[in-house]
């Protein structure tokens, strides 16, 4: 199985910030990668796949990045409705798995 | 636009089998793949398996023993069987579909199953 490692597992920003998060792949997955927002007690929502492109209806302030191994994606300036939990997935191949999760939390 | 809608029931007992359905309202199974992930109360995403619209299934070694999933195309539904449930096996379950392999574009809106005695 390949195992999916987001980076970091929690962080803290103010509404303004601009936010990182990091996934790392444990073998190559080209662009297969996709990343999710999940807020509490709701189902995660797609927001970005095949590395970069963003979903439609997705706002232009999310964008990802990153080919093989190491991806991350950008929040270019958070706002309240982003603070949630974010989680990266590669669909190279089967099974499919996730990574363990980021919390976005307001500082 | 495909919108997903989920039920089943909710609490089991250990040994019973997990019975869920997700149906799809907007659209049809055509040129579509299917999937269930499972999320324990408080922890991560896990993906537990997907069907193609023609029927190809492919699921996590860690249940395909216990797991069936299939499709129903005259009622646009998509079924879960998950056996021989533990207390393990609490969580929200999800339905999800895309335009192809491992593409979770729509997720539906989760089911919570408990297994408890």
């Known amino acids: 199985d390949i195992q999916m490692t987001q980076s970091p597992s929690s962080l803290s920003a103010s509404v303004g910030d601009r936010v990182t998060i990091t996934c790392r792949a444990s073998?190559?997955?080209?662009?297969?990668l996709a990343w999710f927002q999940q807020k509490p007690g709701k189902a995660p929502k797609s927001l970005i796949y095949g590395a970069s492109s963003l979903q439609n209806g997705v706002p232009s302030k999310f964008s990802g990045s990153g080919s093989g191994t190491d991806f991350t994606l950008t929040i270019s300036s958070l706002q309240p409705e982003d603070f949630a939990t974010y989680y990266c997935q590669q669909y190279n191949s089967y099974p499919l798995t996730f990574g363990g999760g980021t919390k976005v939390e307001i500082k | 636009q495909v919108q997903l809608q989920q039920w089943g029931a909710g609490l089991l007992k250990p040994s019973e089998t997990l019975s869920l359905t997700c149906a799809v309202y907007g659209g049809s199974f055509s040129g579509y793949y299917w999937s269930w992930i499972r999320q324990p109360p408080g922890k991560g995403l896990e993906w537990i398996g997907e069907v193609s619209h023609s029927g190809g299934t492919n699921y996590n070694p860690s249940l395909k023993s216990r797991v069936t999933i299939s499709l129903d195309t005259s009622k646009n539904q998509l079924s879960l069987r998950l056996s021989s449930v533990t207390a393990a096996d609490t969580a929200v379950f999800y339905c999800?579909?895309?335009?192809?392999?491992?593409?979770?574009?729509?997720w539906g809106q989760g089911a919570l199953v408990t297994v408890s005695s």
């Open positions: 073998q190559g997955i080209s662009n297969y």
């Open positions: 999800a579909t895309g335009p192809y392999g491992g593409y979770l574009q729509r």
